[in-house]
């Protein structure tokens, strides 16, 4: 056989895994008539290009797979909707169930209490006088005893059922006390004694490095700071944060290469990879996001060496087929998409785009180069959809972290293993994966805070459509680009402009704005207009990446004084963003130091900048340029109660300012008591403009907030936030009152002017 002939792509398996996806999406998410409806269509279609083209074998396998895959998922979503568990999930029946842990126990925190949620396989379940043994799947919510429940330990709990939204879901149970009746298989135990040794060898590491070492390694990512998450969502590096193809064949790669050392060669390194492969699993757990995970790696590394994309392409469609044969509902899993479409895109673009580069660049800088920028641009409308941005530093951070991710991982794994045999010698190794750890760390922090490191896309289909067509146009096009330095440079360059010069928004900010309120997320920060390029800052939310943006588009480059009204995070932690490159006067804040960590914080980054944090004088009013502030809280004597962090919102520091004419309350995280206290204190008190208290919780004064009058309430909450905020019963009797509401969540930076007609908004998403 020619080399042409072996490089020619047999586009037969790919074509049985895209029959087996379409077949596993329609028997999903189609109701039973439309979906009987396609199957006839594709049978009849089935024959008529039988009839007219022959290919009868291939289209045979074609609608075998489809209806094998499409059947499996339809009979299965069935089954869970219907068996014994599901039926008395509809009645919200409490039950007795017997079952085994598929999941790690993982904590979340509640609105009202912090719960552990997990999933059992139910083998029995006794309701309604009845005892019905089966094999379904529930989501358990639960206190915290469940989370001291491991992997594979057999247990029987009480408790109620629900419905549950998902087809691989039978009920979600709301769950009492587990008893364990069986404990989990060695294989599990030695899995959790390797999870736990990893993460002891790198807790004496700083927390981010700590918590980011054992995600990489094996998925466990329980101790990831949210902040982190965003960064590395932000530039593209969220697939380091779980177990993933490219974990695999780093791991197995570096056992094969062991293993040739030792001397093993031919079939003896083929059980070396299947024991990688298997121990890997073991390690990150059998759910489908990590079995995925090892059949793309398999592919990967049964694509290396010769005729690469043809073996790869026959190896991704088995792939794809075989996983959905076994687990239909991966079908709609953006995870499995995001995975089969990075692989597809390294098979099939990454070569051709490698040996242009390779035309001008060494052949290992092409290669480093192609890798991330095909799987990014296949992935590119998927990631989109799912979080409505489009990252512009992704092949970038990539790029620069790919050296440390290698070492990261197999450091990481190896000091799990030494460390079940001595402690100190893993945390040698721990050390150096938290050395490398560290550097992706600060990749995705910095690239984060670039002025234009993603912008955002819209999710509706039209939107999708354009970009996918983009993508497509761009991977046809790209080739040619790169060929060569004289347009491959100026293109580089260009992205490098786009990224690190924000795009002005035309007429932002107006010349007649007296207060902005910053869009941080989940958290505070407003600035009052005290001169030209020049704002008392009032809290600086939870990052100082998004505040130091809106900052700097505002044009503030001098801040005379920054309240902190008190010292929670989402109001303290960017206070580093608002000292960046800004002449700052003073730091002033609660006289509550609570919670003490925050405090901490708070006087570290201020002495960072030369300055100390100073107590806000009660009562007085001053003039700060053309602000002018009064203290209205806390009064003085008030002292931090209960336990750490409880008293701090009651203790915000509320002022009354007044600029341009314009009286504005700014109320911090004030509680219902301290409102109360301060509708006793200034009756009659009447303002503009409001700051909602507490990022519209629904716990609020609203007698007092409604008598204030004022013309426009500010809210600042994070998008999709966990904690309800704002409360639709908050708003609706202050925009009944006749105020206007604006919300970070939904108008991103808000203006507030003083224009020829009154007063006047602007927002900016």
């Known amino acids: 056989m020619g080399e042409r002939e072996a490089d020619r792509v047999d586009v037969r398996m790919p074509l049985l895994a895209a029959a087996a996806w379409l077949a596993g999406l329609a028997a999903q998410l189609l109701s039973p008539r439309p979906l009987t409806g396609v199957t006839v269509a594709v049978l009849v279609t089935a024959v008529l290009v039988v009839r007219r083209h022959g290919h009868g074998t291939t289209v045979a396998a074609v609608v075998l797979v489809a209806v094998a895959v499409g059947g499996g998922a339809a009979v299965r979503a069935e089954q869970t909707r219907t068996n014994a ?63 001291e429940v491991r992997l594979g330990d057999t247990v029987r709990a009480s408790g109620r059922l629900d419905t549950a939204d998902g087809h691989d879901l039978a009920a979600v149970l709301v769950a009492g006390d587990p008893e364990v009746v069986a404990g989990a298989g060695p294989w599990w135990r030695g899995a959790d004694a390797v999870r736990r040794s990893i993460r002891e060898a790198v807790d004496h590491r700083p927390p981010a490095q700590a918590a980011l070492v054992p995600a990489l390694v094996t998925g466990d990512d329980q101790l990831l700071d949210t902040e982190v998450e965003e960064d590395f969502r932000t530039t593209g590096l969220t697939h380091l944060l779980a177990v993933s193809g ?14 040739r050392w030792c001397g093993v060669r031919g079939r003896g390194t083929y059980v070396v990879g299947a024991l990688g492969i298997v121990g890997l699993v073991l390690l990150a757990r059998t759910e489908p996001s990590v079995l995925r995970a090892a059949v793309m790696g398999s592919v990967a590394l049964l694509a290396l060496g010769v005729h690469a994309l043809q073996r790869g392409f026959r190896a991704l469609g088995v792939a794809v087929v075989v996983l959905l044969l076994v687990q239909p509902g991966l079908a709609t899993s953006p995870g499995f998409a995001l995975s089969v479409l990075a692989t597809a895109g390294i098979l099939v673009l990454a070569p051709v ?18 890798v991330p920028l095909a799987a990014q641009l296949a992935c590119t409308p998927v990631v989109a959809a799912l979080s409505g941005e489009v990252s512009l530093v992704a092949v970038a951070a990539n790029l620069v972290v790919a050296p440390a991710v290698g070492p990261a991982t197999v450091l990481g794994l190896g000091g799990g293993l030494v460390g079940l045999v001595s402690e100190p010698a893993g945390a040698v190794l721990g050390t150096g994966a938290g050395w490398c750890v560290g550097w992706i760390v600060a990749v995705a922090d910095r690239g984060a805070d670039l002025p234009t490191a993603a912008v955002d896309w819209g999710t509706g289909p039209v939107a999708l459509v354009v970009l996918s067509a983009g993508c497509v146009l761009l991977a046809l096009l790209l080739r040619r680009v790169l060929v060569g330095p004289t347009t491959a440079v100026p293109l580089a360059l260009l992205l490098a402009v786009a990224v690190l010069v924000r795009p002005p928004t035309p007429g932002w900010p107006a010349d007649d704005w007296v207060l902005a309120m910053c869009d941080v997320g989940q958290g505070d920060a407003l600035a009052l207009r005290s001169g030209p390029g020049e704002a008392v800052v009032v809290d600086a939310g939870p990052d100082p990446g998004p505040v130091d943006r809106c900052l700097d588009d505002l ?15 989402d109001h303290v932690d960017g206070l580093a963003g608002v000292l960046d490159g800004r002449a700052v006067g003073a730091v002033e804040a609660t006289t509550v130091l609570d919670p003490a960590g925050g405090v901490a914080d708070a006087a570290a980054a201020a002495a960072g900048a030369g300055l100390t944090v100073g107590a806000a004088s009660y009562g007085g009013t001053r003039r700060v340029g053309d602000v002018t502030l009064q203290v209205l809280w806390p009064r003085p004597g008030t002292a931090a109660t209960g336990e750490e962090g409880e008293s701090a919102n009651d203790a915000s520091v509320v002022l009354l300012a007044e600029v341009g004419g314009v009286r504005v309350l700014l109320t911090g995280d004030l509680e219902p008591p301290g409102q109360a206290a301060l509708a006793r204190a200034l009756p009659g008190l009447q303002v503009d403009v409001l700051k909602l208290p507490h990022h519209g919780s ?9 008598s204030l009058g004022a013309q426009v309430v500010l809210v600042s909450a994070g998008e999709d936030n966990d904690y309800g905020h704002p409360a639709e019963e908050v708003l609706d009797p202050l925009s009944d009152a006749g105020a206007s509401i604006l919300r970070t969540d939904e108008d991103g930076d808000v203006l507030v002017r003083v224009t020829d007609d009154g007063l006047a908004t602007r927002t900016r998403e």
Request: avoid cysteine; proline fraction near 5%; charged fraction near 25%.
């Open 85 to 147: 568990v599901a039926d008395l999930a509809g009645e919200r029946a409490v039950v007795t169930v017997t079952g085994t842990l598929v999941a790690d126990p993982r904590p979340v925190e509640g609105r009202f209490a912090d719960r552990v949620l997990t999933r059992l396989e139910v083998r029995e379940v006794t309701g309604r006088g009845a005892t019905t043994r089966l094999r379904t799947r529930v989501l358990v919510l639960g206190d915290q005893p469940w989370a």
């Open 246 to 259: 490219t974990n695999l064949t780093l791991v197995v790669g570096f056992l094969l290469l062991l293993a």
């Open 353 to 370: 785009w490698r040996d242009a580069m390779a035309r001008w660049l060494p052949r290992w800088v092409a290669e480093a180069v192609a």
């Open 555 to 569: 044009g503030v480059d001098r801040v005379p004084l920054v309240v902190l009204t008190h010292f929670h995070a």
């Open 698 to 706: 629904r716990y609020q004064d609203l007698p007092f907030l409604t």
